[in-house]
């Protein structure tokens, strides 16, 4: 009984991804090559072009997306990791209330809070209006339908998916060995580049995971945020699911993007060192 333990414990989490992760992959595997319309049916025929002709079709919006998911992943990085620091080292007796604050914003509704942007970032807004009244901008400026809104947008909602795991990196790291590294003469800026940063790359790999992922494929910000010529690749599969009923284009679309992120996560890895990284996690 012994020997089956540490199996009956992962059951349940197995029989979860399995049946919510892949029997619905292999189920949108299978609808990526069919062919048909809602009204006459869907019919296997292992048609593989659907992913070329939704690759070619919907390049750019591709690219859009990778784009806007680094860019809002390097922002973030610049953000919390400051933030993340000054919690872990200078919060004190008060770091569960500043981590508070930091979830705070997930009391409410990822689109209302997307939408909340959106009524503040309006050409007459609480933000534009009062700047235009006054003189201080240009009367046609806006900042909505433009890839600054969408970033923005991007870098605020997932901002605390960055902040956690690099708190949580920082966290662990021994003040003992920052003060060591200083009585050997280390300057401060020695001390973080040579101690702090490289035990905090954890933190660090696992934040560019928990937000260029769902950054690349997010829909919400660039359908609310966003214009035209801001579209994602979500919108581009939600479109083609709820609207065009296109089920093998969308699948096509999903597993591309899919399988995009899969390639960019492990050139990530690699480059960072994913063993270095696992080192200096397990100290």
Excluded: C
């Excluded at 997307?114 to 006054?134: N, Y």
């Excluded at 800026?189 to 690349?216: E, H, I, N």
């Amino acid at each position: 009984m012994k020997r089956l333990a540490p199996y009956l414990l992962i059951l349940p989490g197995g029989l979860w991804l399995v049946i919510f992760l892949v029997v619905p992959m292999v189920f949108m595997a299978s609808v990526s090559t069919q062919q048909g319309d809602v009204v006459n049916g869907f019919v296997q025929t292992f048609d593989f072009s659907v992913y070329g002709d939704a690759l070619a079709q919907y390049q750019t919006q591709f690219l859009r997306s990778a784009g806007y998911g680094l860019v809002a992943t390097v922002i973030s990085v610049a953000l919390a990791y400051p933030m993340a620091y000054w919690i872990a080292f200078k919060g004190g007796s008060r770091k569960s209330t500043y981590l508070l604050l930091v979830l705070l914003p997930f009391f409410v509704s990822f689109v209302l809070r997307t939408v909340s942007w959106k009524f503040l970032l309006a050409d007459d807004g609480m933000l534009l209006g009062p700047l235009k009244a006054t003189g201080l901008v240009p009367g046609d400026f806006h900042v909505l339908q433009t890839t600054v809104a969408v970033i923005g947008g991007l870098v605020y909602n997932y901002l605390p998916f960055m902040i956690l795991p690099i708190y949580v990196a920082l966290e662990r790291v021994d003040p003992r060995v920052v003060e060591a590294a200083q009585d050997l003469y280390a300057a401060r800026r020695q001390a973080f580049t040579k101690v702090v940063l490289p035990l905090s790359l954890p933190g660090v790999f696992a934040g560019v995971l928990m937000t260029f992922v769902p950054m690349t494929a997010d829909y919400v910000n660039a359908g609310i945020l966003g214009g035209p010529e801001n579209t994602m690749i979500g919108n581009i599969i939600q479109t083609q699911y709820l609207v065009n009923n296109d089920y093998p284009t969308a699948a096509a679309l999903s597993f591309t993007l899919m399988a995009a992120m899969l390639v960019g996560i492990f050139a990530y890895a690699k480059a960072l060192g994913t063993e270095n990284v696992l080192e200096a996690a397990a100290r």
